[in-house]
């Protein structure tokens, strides 16, 4: 089994040149060495008013890309600084800031491991603290 492998811009640039050459669908796909199928997608997905850009196609790829990654639940200002004023100020431990949190939103909001996480990675030190004394409180 194959694993899909990206387009390159470089791929991109090629893609357009042999469009503009006049090259049908399975014809580049086959000078590229890629299915049909990614060549198709690939105008579709990144083609406006009918005009292919690969700068622009490379741009919305890595867009992509990067929306689709796993984002940590703390870089939300909002509930960072809910969970730092529980565990410094009000001294919960993790437990405890997780199950308040999924009690008041009736859903789950954050886990008790990112929260240790967070401890010991330091962003929820306090500051001018250091992390042995973030774990102590908890």
Known sequence: MRHYKHLTLYERENLLFLKAKGYSISAI???MGRNKGTISRELRRNSVANQYMPVV???QYQA???Y???HNRLEHARLLEHVKHRL???QWAPEEI???LRAEYGRYVISTTTIYRAIYSGWLNAPKASTASVIKKS
């Open 68 to 70: 689709c990654k796993p």
């Open 57 to 59: 196609a490379q741009h």
């Open 64 to 66: 992509r890309r990067a």
């Open 88 to 90: 410094l100020e009000c």
């Open 98 to 100: 997780a199950g308040r």
């Open 29 to 31: 796909a086959k000078s």
